[in-house]
């Protein structure tokens, strides 16, 4: 999957009901073993403080960035960048700023 595959269409920016200015990140550490540890990430500026913050405490392990919703009460994720190792998802691309 790559850019190829990508579906890019205008978008009328009324259609958001709201916006989550200050968003929870969380970003999971993954070594060759394929252990993880969790970090919970609150009060970032933006998303590359999040990346940058990965790149310096990945310590050769591989970075993986969510960003936590609330959908009726129930928190979710939605992963921003690199993939899990255990092979049940979707890859996304290598992102330029975490280098592997």
Known sequence: ???ESMKISPVDPR???EEDLTPVYRVDFW???CDSSEHRIENAA???DVLAWAE???NGRQAVVWVEYNY???IGMCRLHGQEPTGEETPLPPSPMLEP
Do not use: L, P, T, W
């Open 72 to 74: 009726g009460g129930v």
């Open 31 to 33: 070594n060759e073993n």
């Open 15 to 17: 259609y958001v009901s």
């Open 46 to 48: 933006c998303v590359e």
């Open 1 to 3: 999957m790559g850019v």
């Open 56 to 58: 310096a405490n990945r």
